[in-house]
């Protein structure tokens, strides 16, 4: 059964600082891995996609990598801003089309 | 793009009634997901909803506390049956919306509060 950890469970960081969120995942059977944020109270925002085939993606100031072999994703997020602040979540798509979910990062960017 | 819309977007309901949520994609879909999110916690998958075939329930859920229904490509239900202090949730549906690619999209969920 694919299991999805994330690491660590909350950060809390000054603004500008340089961050890097972990996921890990027990089965490498996977056909793509996502990273979305969830601010409070709200639904779901798809921030990078990475297919089973590719080692990372990029978006503004966003870089996920992706180690299959080894079970392991992170996020890196540059330059921190107030406004990064939310829970992150990791999720891998299985091989029945199935979308496991982390148990989150919350983020606290301090002004 | 293709939408997917729930309702009620949140509801207050009794201990020991019954919930209907509703999820519509605007495009024809195999298969429809429903996820369950607990205060504070992650997204944990109830089922997934194929037309024409009955739910599979993940471990931990049942279909009589869970039932769904799949009339055709582009709608599905979840009801909470006989509902509980512990079913306050935030309950979405997704699916994958996007032709040629294995991405899920959600709606933006359900918010139940049981008293």
């Known amino acids: 059964k694919q299991e999805v950890t994330q690491i660590p469970a909350a950060l809390s960081v000054p603004e500008g600082e340089n961050l890097v969120l972990n996921c890990s995942f027990t089965?490498?059977?996977?056909?793509?891995l996502q990273w979305f944020r969830q601010d409070p109270g709200k639904g779901l925002t798809s921030l990078l996609l990475?297919?089973?085939?590719?080692r990372e993606q990029t978006s503004g100031r966003l870089n996920a990598s992706l180690d299959k072999s080894s079970g392991r994703s992170t996020l890196y997020i540059a330059a921190s801003q107030p406004g990064d602040s939310a829970t992150y979540l990791c999720?891998?798509?299985?091989?029945?089309?199935?979308?496991?979910f982390g148990s989150g990062t919350r983020l606290l960017v301090r002004p | 793009s293709a939408v997917i819309s729930q309702k009620p977007s949140r509801d207050i309901c009794q201990r020991g009634t019954s919930l209907t949520i509703q999820c519509q994609v605007d495009?024809?879909?195999?298969?429809m997901f429903w996820y369950r999110q607990q205060p504070g916690q992650s997204l944990t998958l109830i089922a997934t909803?194929?037309?024409?075939?009955?739910?599979?329930?993940e471990s931990g859920f049942v279909i009589d506390k869970f039932p769904i229904s799949r009339p055709n490509l582009t709608f599905s239900t979840l009801t909470v049956s006989n509902m509980s202090p512990e079913d306050s949730s935030i309950y979405l549906c997704?699916?994958?919306?996007?032709?040629?690619?294995?991405?899920?999209?959600f709606g933006a969920g359900s918010r139940l509060t049981v008293l």
């Open positions: 997704s699916a994958n919306i996007q032709s040629g690619a294995n991405v899920l999209t």
């Open positions: 089965d490498s059977a996977i056909y793509n």
């Open positions: 990475i297919q089973s085939s590719q």
């Open positions: 999720a891998v798509m299985d091989s029945s089309y199935k979308l496991i």
């Open positions: 495009s024809q879909v195999t298969m």
């Open positions: 909803a194929n037309q024409g075939s009955e739910a599979t329930y």
